[in-house]
Nanobody, 121 residues
């Protein structure tokens, strides 16, 4: 089992920034693809970004150029730096871990409880 705990969400004005963190514990962090997804009310869970163990990254089209995913394997932590935030970024943001990685939730075996990000206009 891998236990994931997100932090760093909150309320920010449009154009502002937030940094989310996801701390992993339990089974070794080593080798897992780590990802961020988000889900707004009434919408499906949306892929935001993922990062491999070696640091290869992929982003969803809606966040390219604004968000940056990174990981610190020594600290078992993954980060999501969110810049130039827009009201449409408002959602619960989830951290996920999986062996295969990919842009859909089915690729991930472990999920955090989520952290709310609210962007005001």
């Amino acid at each position: 089992q891998v236990h994931l705990v997100e932090s760093g969400g909150g309320l920010v004005q449009a154009g502002g920034s937030l940094r989310l963190s996801c701390a992993a514990s339990g089974r070794t962090f080593s080798g897992y693809v780590m990802a961020w997804f988000r889900q707004a009310p009434g919408k499906e869970r949306e892929f935001v970004a993922r990062i491999s163990w070696s640091g290869i990254t992929f982003y969803g089209d809606s966040v390219k150029g604004r968000f940056t995913i990174s990981r610190d394997n020594a600290k078992n932590t993954v980060y999501l730096q969110m810049n130039s935030l827009k009201p449409e970024d408002t959602a619960v943001h989830y951290c996920a871990a999986g062996w295969s990685g990919g842009p859909t939730p089915s690729h991930y075996d472990y999920w955090g409880q989520g952290t709310q990000v609210t962007v005001s206009s």
